[in-house]
């Protein structure tokens, strides 16, 4: 499987974005997608992600201003992400389990003050 994300870029706090990943391959395979982010000097954490039956899960840190979506004819998961913080900036990554874990090249996220 494989993943590409885009959609990143600079934006002002408060300010929003729309992160897209495109899986293409064995995406049959798929069995689990997220969203993670790794902050500068820092470890990658997880962002959101599908459940095994299908709810969305988030960090505390973004509940209530990201959400997760997917459209399964378009084999794309999204990432709204609203009212923006410097916190956000990241590096975010989409993820897929099919069964292996695979990750997308990671999209830039730069949130200024």
């Known amino acids: 499987v494989q993943l590409v994300e885009t959609g990143g870029g600079l934006v002002q706090a408060g300010g929003s974005l729309r992160l897209s990943c495109v899986a293409s391959?064995?995406?049959?395979?798929?069995?689990?997608m997220g969203w993670y982010r790794q902050p500068p000097g820092k470890q990658r954490e997880s962002v959101a992600a599908?459940?095994?039956?299908?709810?969305?899960n988030y960090a505390d840190s973004v509940k209530g201003r990201f959400t997760i979506s997917r459209d399964n004819a378009k084999n794309t998961m999204y990432l709204q992400m609203n009212n923006l913080k410097p916190e956000d900036t990241a590096v975010y990554y989409c993820?897929?389990?099919?069964?292996?874990?695979?990750w997308g090249q990671g999209t830039q996220v730069t949130v200024s003050s």
């Open positions: 993820a897929a389990s099919a069964p292996l874990w695979n």
């Open positions: 391959g064995r995406v049959f395979r798929i069995n689990f």
């Open positions: 599908f459940g095994s039956d299908g709810s969305a």
